[in-house]
């Protein structure tokens, strides 16, 4: 379009190239030509970009993120960096800590866990030294990331952009420890494992920058779990929302507190690859085209169990009186259902994971019997939970009932549900679980999306997290 135009001012001024006009407007129009292409043609970006641990995994890789950003530099770009612990390393500094203590805690334990992301600024900022890019390697107290003093799960309170605006200024690289902070008194604090991703969309929104770049080793956020389900297509495209519940129903791409944060101050969010040059799947607020797609994603959760409840009395302070012991023991309960029976007693039944469920059944049998003599308790393990999610289903009946019409096809009793507006959590036995996903992808639409991606090694049913 606007090489069109200029075209048009172009032949015009050939045509007219002796008069008064044309030699009046030539300056200012060479100007603004040039204005217009550096910033339309190339604009320049302020883009964070932040690296887990596999990304930062070996000497080799963290050349290759060095070079990553060069190239964004080089095509106009500010750039900021944050990272994460090289693989393995945060887990290695929570194994000593474990040696020496049976329940490490405190200042000293998000001292230790910290160290891990001073080393890989450092190694990235040497590593981007060696290809002449100028960098500034930074721990947080350095660049002023304030929290509050709950530690290990710390929240930020304040970022002091001023420096960094300084470096950016100069064209110096800020490279800034992710998973980090500093509290008022001046002791670092840790926010959490996976805490990085935090420290990128906290960083991006202090400085409004145009785009945070979450480089992992997968290429984005997909429709199901590629090992789960082959026919899983990476997504182009997923809103806050959405993405807030994949995360919290065990999706590890992201922690799920950044995905929250950069809701809250609508930073757009790209995840992607630094293992390639694909584009990945942009974190985006609801648009209305999304509103057509009914699912966007089907989770799985193979780690399930159910606890049972039962005679037990039916009165006002009942659920109160077992769920507060039950949170107080530190047990965290997803799905809760009760029934009232004839008998004028309650059943609830409620899910948690399989280690959980062992402790709870433990601690209900000692405690609870004692408020609730009555009390039965039974436990199910080997149990699953699938769900689908879209942001479309909150305007377009249906969804539900043709999710228990795809299980019931395939002969699979649903033993829980739990709903949200934008959800629809089925709990079965585990050894349905794949079948579920399968046919549940397959019924809403998304296997018949493009670019089908090839499972990663490794099975999602003895899967856990793989966290730096
Ligand atoms: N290194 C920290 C962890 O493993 C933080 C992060 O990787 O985001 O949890
Ligand atoms: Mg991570």
New binding site residues.
Partial sequence: MWARTEWRIVKWMIENLFSAKVQAAAPLFVRVILMAHTEIVSPKLLIVKKF??TSVGTPERICAVAQLIANSLSQGNQVVAVV??MAGE?NRLVGLAHAIHSMPWGLEYDMLLAA??QQSVALLALALKSIGVKAEPLLAHQVGIRTDSLYSKARIKNIDTEKLRRFLEEGTVPVIA??QGVDETDHITTLG?????TSAVALAAALGADDCEIYTDVEGIYTTDPRLCPKATKLNEICYEEMIELASLGAKVM?IRSVELAAKYRVPLHVRSSFSNVSGTRIVGETTAMEDILVSGVAADSDCARITLKNLPDATETLVGVFGPIANAGVVVDIIVQNRMEDRTIKVSFTVSEVEARKVKAFIEEELVRVFPQLEVEMELGLGKVSVVGVGMRNHPGVAAKAFAVLADIGVAISLIATSEIKISMVVTRSALRKCVERLHEAFGLNEKENPIKPPPGDLLEHHST??
């Fill in positions: 887990g641990g994460s612990a945060t891990g992301e992710g998973f494992r996976g805490g990085s991703d922690q966290m730096s």
